[in-house]
């Protein structure tokens, strides 16, 4: 695990200042690094614009790409596009602290900054709270799953003017107060 994050060190010791741009292509050994097993597969390209400052530097993260997920109704796997940005400073400071989503502060003497928890922390946080096959929305997707979902929905109930009697009795209560 440790070998695959260190490819997302970040050595500014000695970088000019101004712009560097750096490219990373995710792929599911990313996330089974931090074992997070909620993607099938993963094809991702992260871009970070690292704006080194005299006393401080910018991150400009951007995401694009797609995940193979399994679908929250069916189960059925698919290709999910995701994008996302993250935006934050980097300071210098006595101690390391990253209590601040957008300020992270780290120890002087530092020469490097590893990346790789900002980069899975955007793309899991640009995930929806539901992921729902494409099939389904548009009506294309033949499933046993969605076949037996329809079977036992509910059927439309002929008596819905029936009152439940507790009803009855709440509503007593309530004109008997007006009254």
């Not at 490819?7 to 000019?16: A, H, N, Q, T």
């Not at 990373?24 to 993607?39: L, M, T």
């Not at 401080?56 to 193979?68: D, N, R, S």
């Not at 590893?114 to 955007?122: K, L, S, T």
């Amino acid at each position: 695990m440790k070998r695959l994050l260190n490819e997302y060190d970040i050595s500014f010791f000695g970088l000019k200042d101004g712009n560097h741009l750096f490219e990373y292509k995710i792929e599911k050994q990313f996330f089974e690094a931090f074992d997070y097993d909620e993607f099938i597969g993963a094809d991702l390209l992260v871009k970070v614009n690292f704006v080194k400052k005299s006393t401080f530097f910018e991150l400009h993260f951007l995401m694009k790409g797609i995940v193979k997920v399994a679908c929250d109704v069916t189960n059925e796997p698919f290709d999910l596009p995701i994008d996302g940005k993250l935006e934050m400073v980097v300071k210098f400071g006595d101690d390391f602290n990253n209590d601040n989503e957008e300020i992270l502060i780290i120890p002087h003497g530092e020469h490097q900054i590893n990346v790789a928890q900002f980069i899975y922390e955007m793309i899991v946080l640009a995930m929806p709270n539901k992921k729902v096959h494409p099939g389904i929305e548009d009506g294309t997707l033949q499933s046993d799953i969605l076949e037996k979902l329809e079977e036992l929905q509910p059927k439309e109930n002929k008596d819905l003017n029936i009152i439940d009697p507790r009803w009855e009795g709440l509503k007593k209560l309530l004109t008997d107060k007006n009254t």
